[in-house]
């Protein structure tokens, strides 16, 4: 089925500010129309470029949301309160409206379906390694959305937005030459989604996505240039300028984990030694653990290989919580060296908020209070001296938000 796209900039836009929620013909006649004379001229504030890229007259405004509804992407929804004269109509994205979120991590998938307003009407995820190939991993996805199908969710999905934990070429739809992901180089990813699902698709990164996640419904909603830092399996760094995902010249902005921390390092999966993700990824600390265990260092971590056959992060904070000092000094180490990193970014991009996030960065406060002690320490004071450092509130759902929301952009932009 075809999804409708909206024929111009102005209609473009008036989806956007609606997908923030239902509004008043008159409010977004405040936020999008040309303020004039009474004569008709434009008022412009003084410095002000002309015409605005998307600002339109009242009249025009009306035409256009007139049109969006014919077009089936934008409903009525009664009547606004009274502003002191006739009482305006409000507006809103049509309640049929139904995106997919897909966020491919390294060893699980989540799929969520939303509204136009990317709320979460229904989420479901499960294990998965995605070393098992892409053909694995895209029918663990289809079974996945065949069940939120079942579930009376949708019947026709507009559109799906989709990320992997690897380098991606976004304006191709494919993952490239990705260090955790065997077998998926140059994998037409967004081109079998699309076919599969009946939907136009994007792909990117999952640590992009994170961010779009944060910038919809996170902590990051009133900021506009900010850092994400998921700490996962792998390590990467989501970078929003002025509101936008910066990508770089060929998709592989924000690639951290694969700064080298120590030339003299453990050899990283990229190949390279010392690698960041090399010492602090999920599967770095994971082995740390195991060796501890081992070792007996750790009686707490030796009891649970024994109990379970194997260990992760989750068990490496459950062990500092117990007090256990190994455990603790894991989690120091970890968090010094990506606060090194951050404290060079920080100095160099300026940003308004740094947000940790992933599987990893569930070890919690004792993780969180390193990575600040490093960054503000290291970094300039006039960059760290406003600069809040925060875990994600967000979660399991930041991925599949995001991803909602980065599919959202496409259907909604002209």
């Not at 139904?98 to 995820?125: C, K, M, N, W, Y």
């Not at 600390?285 to 750790?298: F, M, T, V």
């Amino acid at each position: 089925m075809k999804t409708n796209r909206p024929e111009n900039p102005h209609q473009a836009a008036l989806l956007r500010l609606l997908r923030e929620g239902p509004r008043s013909r008159a409010e977004l006649a405040d936020i999008a129309a040309e303020p004039t004379t009474s004569a008709g001229s434009p008022v412009l504030p003084p410095g002000a470029a002309y015409p605005h890229p998307w600002r339109m007259s009242r009249s025009k405004l009306n035409g256009e949301l007139d049109r969006l509804v014919t077009l089936g992407l934008v409903e009525t929804d009664g009547l606004a309160a009274s502003r002191g004269g006739r009482r305006s109509g409000r507006v809103r994205l049509s309640r049929a409206t139904r995106f997919a979120g897909i966020d491919i991590g390294a060893t699980s998938v989540d799929v969520a379906v939303t509204d136009g307003e990317l709320g979460v009407l229904g989420h479901v995820s499960e294990a998965c390694d995605i070393r098992l190939g892409p053909a694995h991993v895209l029918d663990r996805v289809l079974a996945l959305a065949g069940k939120l199908r079942e579930q009376g969710l949708f019947t026709q999905l507009h559109g799906a937005g989709i990320g992997v934990p690897g380098p991606v070429s976004f304006a191709e739809g494919i993952p490239v030459a990705p260090p955790l992901m065997p077998g998926w180089d140059r994998y037409p990813m967004r081109e079998m989604i699309t076919q599969e699902l009946g939907c136009p698709a994007t792909l990117d990164n999952d640590v992009n996505i994170m961010a779009l996640g944060e910038l919809h419904a996170g902590v990051a909603r009133q900021v506009h240039d900010f850092l994400l830092v998921k700490i996962g399996t792998g390590i990467g760094c989501g970078i929003v300028v002025d509101g936008k995902i910066y990508r770089g010249v060929s998709g592989s902005a924000g690639d951290i984990g694969h700064i080298s921390v120590d030339e003299f390092g453990p050899v990283c999966a990229c190949g390279n030694a010392g690698c960041l993700e090399a010492y602090f990824g999920g599967a770095a600390l994971a082995a740390q653990a195991r060796a501890a265990a081992r070792s007996g260092a750790s009686p707490y971590l030796a009891e649970r290989l024994v109990a379970v056959g194997t260990l992760s992060a989750e068990d490496v904070a459950a062990a500092a919580a117990q007090g256990d000092a190994v455990a603790v000094q894991l989690i120091r180490d970890g968090g010094r060296r990506v606060g090194q990193v951050l404290a060079g970014l920080v100095s160099f991009f300026n940003p308004g908020l740094v947000i940790i996030a992933g599987g990893v960065a569930r070890l919690g406060h004792l993780l969180l209070a390193e990575i600040r002690s490093v960054v503000y320490r290291r970094s300039l004071p006039l960059a760290t001296g406003n600069l809040p450092i925060v875990l994600s509130e967000l979660e399991d759902i930041a991925g599949v938000v995001g991803a909602a929301r980065l599919i959202s952009d496409h259907v909604y932009s002209a």
